[in-house]
């Protein structure tokens, strides 16, 4: 699927650097076979872009993976990165947004840089909430959260998966129970209930599951996941949920 005039789309296909003749001859231009198109959803509060990147196959089950939603939960991208830098994928139609909180990234925070919690910032069961979960001054109030709800209504996935750190655990009290279920299965992660200390206010997953047809979890991390595991097996376990491979 290509993603229409909302989103500057960039077909990864049609890059081909050409070695100027008067240079030195340039290293090879990093090869990707795996990714179809890489897309700007948006930016956030200090003007980096989101880049979502496109793998697998138009026409096949769709599927969203996010990671880095708060910045000090980075490592899960490394399973986004892995499937996006390697072999060609099958069976499904992927998309990966690695660092949907680049800001956060930057300065190692959890939240953006106007200190608000993304995942409390959805017009979903939205609260005013202050300290560590600061949802904002209104429900999506944040250019990270706009981009996002414009990107999930444009695209419409199936499933998303969205991954955190460190609560160790795949969401059961969610939507799809049998599809959260299968999730922890296969990535070797217990099932939990992630109540938010009561109950969700604003969170992404709350604002797609109640407003679309698909059906979107939370799956966390401990502290620190090996960057093997999250390089090596996850990524094969993640295409094992969806019935993919590579
Ligand atoms: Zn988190």
């Known amino acids: 699927m290509r993603l229409g005039t909302l989103l500057a789309t960039a077909v990864v296909a049609t890059v081909t650097l ?3 003749s008067y240079a030195a001859p340039a290293p090879a231009p990093v090869e990707r076979p795996a990714v179809i198109e890489r ?12 880049t979502a990147w496109h793998l697998g196959r138009p026409g096949k089950r769709r599927v969203l993976l996010i990671s880095t939603m708060h910045g000090d939960e980075g490592k899960p991208r490394q399973i986004l990165g892995a499937l996006r830098d390697g072999r060609r994928i099958r069976g499904i139609d992927l998309w990966v947004v690695p660092v949907y909180n680049p800001d956060g990234l930057a300065r190692g925070t959890r939240k953006n840089a106007h200190g608000v919690d993304l995942n409390r910032n959805f017009p979903y069961r939205w609260a005013d ?20 709800m414009g990107f999930l209504r444009e695209l419409k996935p199936s499933r998303i998966i969205s991954f ?9 009290d969610t939507k799809n129970r049998a599809f959260s279920r299968r999730v922890a299965r296969a990535l070797h992660l217990p099932s939990k209930s992630f109540t938010c200390g009561g109950v969700c206010h604003g969170t992404m997953t709350g604002w797609f599951n109640s407003r679309f047809p698909g059906a979107a979890v939370t799956v966390e991390y401990g502290d620190r ?7 090596r097996t996850a990524p094969e376990q993640v295409l094992r949920v969806f019935g993919a491979r590579r």
């Open 225 to 231: 996941p090996s960057s093997r595991h999250l390089s």
């Open 18 to 20: 050409a070695t100027p």
């Open 164 to 172: 955190h750190q460190p609560l160790y655990g795949v969401d059961t």
């Open 39 to 50: 897309a700007v959803i948006g930016h956030s509060v200090q003007g980096r872009p989101i």
């Open 129 to 148: 909430l202050d300290g560590d979960y600061e949802s904002g001054p209104r429900a999506g109030s944040e250019p990270e959260t706009r981009a996002m």
